[in-house]
Each structure stands twice: as C-alpha cells, then as structure tokens.
C-alpha cells in the first residue's frame, strides 16, 4: 500500500517529441505528489508537483496530470530536447508521517 | 549558502566496519530522509525524522541506524550488519507537510566495500 509503481522503466523519444512517464499508487493518505529529475552522480531536483485537488499543473514545457478516483498521475514533457535526458521519478508523501515514497525510476533519452 | 551538505562524497569501508555518512542542512526544515539508491531499484527510503530527537524506520531500515540530536543534523550510521553496503546514499530535507512540501537533496554519497 507504501508503493508508488512508476513505468516506463526507460524511454527514447525523439527530439521536439512528447516524453510521458506513469505513476500509480495506492494509499489514499498521500496528499502531495513531485516529480523529480536526475542527472548522473547528482542528487535528484525537484521539477514540479501537483495536490490531489488539482488535475493538470504545467510549468514550461512539464505538466502533471493527476486523476486521483484511478490514483494515477503522470509527467508530460512536450517539446522533448536532448537536455532533458535524465532519469526521472515520480514520489508520493503522506502528511500525516511525512514519509516521502518515490517510484523506481524512468531513464528518459532524447535522440538530437 | 542554503542547502544540504552531504560529506564525504565517496566512502570506502573494509569488511565488519561501522561507517558514518554526515547530512546537514541550513533551511530550517523539520522533516530529514535517507535513501539509498541502487541501478534500477530508484530510491528507498532508509530512515526518516519529523523532529529532532525522534524518527522512523523505513522501508530497508535493517542494518542501518539514525540519530536526530540536533535539527540541522541527521548522520546515517552503516553497520556492520549492512550485507550488502555499497551504494549511492542520498539525504534529504523538507518543511513540515501542509505548507509546502518540497524535498531538497544532497549531492549524494557514494559507498564503496573494499
């Protein structure tokens, strides 16, 4: 019920193309849900993150998309450019402990 | 600066020994996390601390232990009953939920068995 199940394991899109990666959970209790970026050897970063009682948040080309009755949410990368290639995780935390749950991960490539 | 300081960024440990990994953080946030990260496995949360003087275990707890004397500070002990030990270490921090939430992350340290 911790699980955040986090697919692609990896993905190659080409440039100027759209990259969308899928997050699903189960424990009603989370009630914040970041998306973080990776880059070799480096801490993750945050990118952007979205509350259950919003469904679409977009910042620059990324936006999550949230349908909290299927506890699904997902990461839309438009305009895919090959800086953008990293690793990728979804996260899911509870607020009542804080502890913060992260997905296994999606190694995004972007062919120039 | 503000942020999270992970040291040292690698660590080489002998078979048997205790090893500690030092995480501070100067933004004045509640809530600390250890995860450890390996290939394809993303990250598992290790420990966790809401407050000082108190944490969780969790999901990969065995093997590993915590303490929480001070706010800024959350060091990550690896035992000797850690089996397998090598692997990337991150810690993290965050504001109390409700208010925010945003976890900001060391640079990570990289465990070595020798």
């Known amino acids: 019920q911790q699980q955040v199940k986090q697919s692609p394991q990896s993905l190659i899109v080409q440039k100027g193309g759209i990259s969308i990666i899928n997050c699903a959970y189960e424990?009603?209790?989370?009630?914040?849900f970041p998306w973080y970026q990776q880059f070799p050897g480096k801490g993750p970063a945050l990118l952007i993150a979205i509350r259950p009682d919003v469904s679409e948040k977009k910042e620059g080309r990324f936006t999550i998309s949230f349908n909290k009755s299927a506890k699904q949410f997902s990461l839309h990368i438009m305009d895919s450019q090959p800086g953008d290639s990293a690793t990728y995780f979804c996260a899911a935390r509870s607020g009542a402990t804080n502890k913060l749950i992260f997905g296994t991960g999606t190694l995004l490539a972007v062919q120039p | 600066d503000g942020g999270i300081t992970q040291s040292p960024k690698y660590l080489f440990r002998k078979e048997g020994q205790n090893v500690t990994l030092s995480c501070e953080q100067n933004l004045n946030h509640d809530a600390m996390y250890w995860y450890r990260q390996d290939p394809g496995q993303g990250l598992r949360l290790i420990y966790y601390s809401q407050i000082v003087n108190d944490f969780q275990k969790g999901d990969i707890a065995e093997g590993y232990s915590v303490s929480r004397e001070k706010k800024e500070s959350f060091p990550l002990t690896v035992t000797s009953a850690q089996k397998n030990p090598t692997a990337f270490y991150l810690c993290?921090?965050?504001?109390?939920?409700?208010?925010?939430?945003?976890?900001?992350f060391g640079q990570g340290t990289r465990l070595t068995v020798v």
């Open positions: 993290a921090s965050s504001i109390a939920s409700g208010t925010g939430g945003e976890a900001f």
């Open positions: 424990n009603t209790a989370f009630d914040y």
